[in-house]
């Protein structure tokens, strides 16, 4: 993945949770607000390549739904987004629709972030998804990639047992 286009975030190189930026991926789960939804987090292989396995029960019992791989950005990643186009990552999956959810400093309410979807087929694939494909959610500012503070693979809105593997992940030019 290296490349003058690219801005690396993650290589998934390390075999842990653990980034080249200096953060760590986090799970986070709808129990934070009392939802009952459940989840897993865990470096993996999969397919000959080393990532990241997202596993959980998705569940809208006690107005939960959702399941959560979460990651800080160090500012120097965001200082820099501006001269980047999206976020590129590398997905597998079990054909089910994702979110990649982004939040900036201008999301002050822990509901609010900038969002778009994705499916994840069987095989992996690289995508590519511009911060002008995002959508504010619950948020009236504009998304300002300069701003970004964090990023969330999100598996959300609907019962299901999420099955999903993150590859390398940068912003792209």
């Not at 987004?81 to 994702?98: H, K, P, S």
Request: include cysteine.
């Amino acid at each position: 993945m290296d490349s003058p286009d690219l801005l690396l975030i993650d290589d998934r190189l390390a075999g842990d949770l653990s980034t080249p930026v200096g953060s760590e991926w986090r799970l986070f789960t709808d129990r934070v607000m009392g939802g009952v939804s459940t989840g897993r987090l865990a470096p993996d292989h999969h397919l000959g390549r080393s990532c990241l396995h997202l596993q959980g029960q998705v569940s809208l019992d006690n107005n939960g739904g959702f399941v959560q791989a979460s990651l800080e950005l160090p500012p120097r990643i965001a200082a820099a987004a501006t001269d980047y186009r999206g976020v590129q990552l590398d997905i597998c999956g079990d054909g089910n629709t994702y979110n990649l959810h982004l939040r900036s400093v201008d999301c002050r309410r822990p509901w609010q972030s900038y969002r778009a979807s994705f499916q994840a087929g069987s095989e992996w694939q690289t995508l590519r998804l511009p911060f002008g494909d995002f959508r504010a959610y619950r948020i009236d500012t504009p998304l300002r990639p300069d701003r970004l503070r964090r990023l969330g693979v999100v598996a959300i809105g609907r019962e299901f047992a999420p099955d999903l593997w993150l590859g390398p992940l940068a912003l792209y030019r």
